[in-house]
């Protein structure tokens, strides 16, 4: 069946580093993927989300670029802050949506 | 998207007792979704709740200890029933208002169970 899988965390960088959150995906069909990001304390939130093959979904720095051909879709941003301290949740959604089982990332000042 | 309210946003609970989490949303959708989130782990779906017929449930999640209701296309509740601390977790209602757009969450209710 489909599975998604993501880097295991927690993930700690300082503040303006890189950041490379790995996410690849299995699918018999050809679902729509997407990173939700989970603050403390709250519910899920749509980060971004791409619908096909090469679409890049971005928001608030953040990019991932759907890749059929290595089945992936790696969560990216230049420099990181702070308030991005989160857990982020790698999903793909064909009849129904599944979640990989989230990276925690801890932003040091 | 859609706007879902959730309440109660958390609560502290006796064992032997049971919660209701009600969700509302801003417009009418045909499936609510209930997850299950426990300490450090991903989301579960408990169930599935279209308006008009009984709920479906996955695998592992039973309509007498997780009881759904769905009166209208805007509101759903769920019941933990005979909380034990083993519930101890945070429920989230969701809903799909279309396939490209994603899932939108309720902020969820973080259940303790003492």
């Known amino acids: 069946g489909d599975s998604v899988t993501q880097m295991e965390g927690p993930v700690t960088l300082s503040e303006e580093a890189f950041l490379t959150i790995n996410c690849t995906y299995t699918?018999?069909?050809?679902?729509?993927l997407f990173w939700y990001v989970q603050y403390p304390g709250e519910g899920l939130q749509l980060l971004l989300k791409?619908?096909?093959?090469?679409d890049k979904g971005s928001n608030k720095g953040f990019e991932a670029t759907y890749r059929k051909e290595t089945t992936s879709f790696h969560l990216e941003k230049g420099s990181v802050q702070v308030s991005d301290s989160a857990v982020y949740f790698c999903?793909?959604?064909?009849?129904?949506?599944?979640f990989g089982k989230g990276t925690r990332l801890h932003i040091l000042p | 998207s859609a706007v879902i309210s959730q309440k109660p946003s958390r609560d502290i609970c006796q064992r032997g007792t049971s919660l209701t989490i009600q969700c509302q949303v801003d417009?009418?959708?045909?499936?609510m979704f209930w997850y299950r989130q426990q300490p450090g782990q991903s989301l579960t779906l408990i169930a599935t709740?279209?308006?008009?017929?009984?709920?479906?449930?996955e695998s592992g999640f039973v309509i007498d200890k997780f009881p759904i209701s769905r009166p209208n296309l805007t509101f759903s509740t769920l019941t933990v029933s005979n909380m034990s601390p083993e519930d101890s977790s945070i429920y989230l209602c969701?809903?799909?208002?279309?396939?490209?757009?994603?899932?939108?969450f309720g902020s969820g209710t973080r259940l303790t169970v003492v």
């Open positions: 417009s009418q959708v045909t499936m």
């Open positions: 709740a279209n308006q008009g017929s009984e709920a479906t449930y």
């Open positions: 999903a793909l959604q064909d009849d129904k949506i599944i």
């Open positions: 969701s809903v799909m208002i279309g396939r490209i757009y994603g899932y939108t």
């Open positions: 791409a619908t096909k093959a090469d």
């Open positions: 699918a018999t069909g050809y679902p729509s």
